[in-house]
């Protein structure tokens, strides 16, 4: 409830839009956030419903975490994602099937600004800036325990590749319509 609306913020200082991979049980708890994610012109996508650790769930375990998910952003926000980032990074066949099932696109990225281990605002800034390219997906993410160096970090590096020209868009707009 603290992070994400400064993530926001800075995001829309930068006129900035990104997608935001959802946790079921947060959207539930934190319904406006939802909402407001959405009216700033963000994306929305599914991250499952509890975070759990998805190379230990059965496949339906696995597939009611993401209807599970799906559910709770919609009831919410009449909102229909058709994108889901796995927790970890985490793909095999069992998440490849569900997925091509259930109609979603598995998303993952190629920079990890390692926000999640706490990596200072500067080497977020430095990682970021160092290995972007055209087409890149940065992960960052809008709730880590403590301390987060996210809102900061982006705070450094937004202004660095917008003025290198790179131009920022939802994850949808960089794969294409769905």
């Known amino acids: 409830p603290h992070l994400t609306p400064a993530i926001l913020e800075v995001l829309k200082k930068y006129k900035v839009h990104a997608t935001f991979f959802l946790v079921g ?4 708890n934190y319904p406006y956030i939802a909402e407001q994610i959405l009216k700033e012109g963000h994306e929305i996508g599914n991250h499952t419903h509890t975070h759990g650790r998805v190379s230990e769930q059965s496949f339906f375990e696995m597939k009611k975490e993401i209807e599970c998910c799906e559910a709770a952003i919609y009831e919410q926000t009449e909102y229909k994602t058709k994108l889901f980032r796995p927790p970890e990074g985490f793909l095999d066949g ?3 099937s569900i997925s091509e099932e259930m109609d979603y696109n598995v998303i993952l ?3 990890d600004t390692k926000d999640w281990a706490h990596a200072s605002p500067k080497n977020i800034c430095q990682n970021v800036t160092e290995h972007i390219s055209p087409g890149s997906i940065i992960l960052m993410h809008d709730y880590i325990s403590f301390e987060s160096p996210t809102p900061e970090a982006l705070e450094l590096f937004l202004p660095i590749l917008l003025e290198r020209g790179y131009q920022f868009v939802v994850v949808s707009d960089l794969i294409g319509s769905y």
Not at 25 to 28: A, I, Q, T
Request: charged share 40%.
């Open 109 to 111: 990225w190629n920079i």
């Open 94 to 96: 069992k998440i490849k």
């Open 25 to 28: 049980e947060n959207v539930k």
